[in-house]
């Protein structure tokens, strides 16, 4: 973002037509009223259409042209889209099909939402009142179960662990069964084996058995985390001098390790004569 702050870029009033050069993305936003200073760069990136009804490219790309279509139209028109393809359901009990031509047609005759039925063509749920559904052309199989027991499946599926002080190795049916054995707190090796957590009472715990635990743990793993480089800047000579962590800085500043966040969060201006910023 700071890089793309020096580049010109052009924008486009769509509902005017008006074009206006801009020093740069943050000037863009400034002009034209945008809390966001990024907004403009990320429609000229191409991750947006339009903000504020706005269009925008980089000053180089002189053959971009603006959309014809944009903001609340363009998002009615990606519904419809979504809506009006033709749809393919498949029973899991029968193997029936059946074919719809809207999402509503297909929720009217399987008596759900057309919510639910979107989410499992889209792939964000399994089932729909016994159902499964998919967009014509879709080339997903369709999974061995639904409901209650692919439920049952993904609690079972088995865990593998390892103790990181003694080397133990342990499997277990799964998540829960291992928090139960090994005492741990509701969820723990869930959360480690989903990579939230590093490790949970000294265990460290993995769905796929050919996987390594972590080198460094506890203390150290937190530690190494925490330890990003930093720059301090003494405010009266302009002087960067770079350091490993924050704790470095302190141990030869002298300035404490919170001060240090504060000013690099934005929450305070300088400590004992010094700015920082992370390298």
């Known amino acids: 973002m700071v890089a793309e702050n020096d580049i010109p870029i052009v924008g ?37 259409t339009s903000v504020a009804n706005w269009w925008f490219r ?11 279509i944009w903001g609340n139209k363009l998002r009615i028109l990606e519904v419809q889209k979504k809506q009006s393809k ?16 809207t999402l509503e ?11 639910l039925i979107s989410g499992v063509a889209r792939g964000t749920s399994t089932s729909a009142n016994g159902w499964w559904i998919q ?26 662990a390892i103790n990181l002080s003694s080397g133990e190795k342990r499997e277990f049916r799964n998540c829960t069964v291992a928090d139960i054995e090994l005492d741990l707190y509701k969820g723990a090796a869930a959360s480690v084996a989903s990579g939230q957590r590093a490790s949970a009472a000294g265990w460290w715990f993995t769905l796929k058995q050919s996987d390594k635990p ?23 000579t302009g002087k960067e001098t770079r350091f490993d962590s924050a704790k470095q800085a302190e141990e030869a500043l002298g300035v404490h390790r919170s001060s240090i ?7 305070s201006r300088s400590s004992k004569g010094y700015g920082f910023r992370f390298a």
């Open 12 to 48: 486009v009033n769509l509902e005017t037509g008006e074009s206006q050069k801009f020093k740069s993305g943050s000037d863009a936003a400034r002009k034209i009223g945008l809390k966001s200073t990024d907004m403009p760069m990320a429609v000229a990136r191409g991750e947006r």
């Open 105 to 115: 047609e297909a929720a009217n005759d399987l008596g759900v939402t057309k919510g």
């Open 214 to 236: 972590p080198t460094k743990v506890k203390g150290a793993l937190v530690a190494e985390a925490r330890s990003k480089p930093i720059y301090a800047i003494e405010l009266a």
């Open 261 to 267: 966040s504060n000013i690099i969060k934005g929450k």
């Open 135 to 160: 967009f014509e052309g879709d080339k997903r199989e369709m999974p061995m179960t639904f409901g209650s027991a692919l439920r049952r499946e993904k609690r079972d599926e088995k865990v593998y």
């Open 58 to 68: 980089y000053e180089a790309e002189v053959d971009r042209q603006p959309p014809t």
């Open 86 to 101: 033709n749809l393919i359901a498949t029973s899991f009990e029968t193997q029936e099909q059946r074919h719809y031509k």
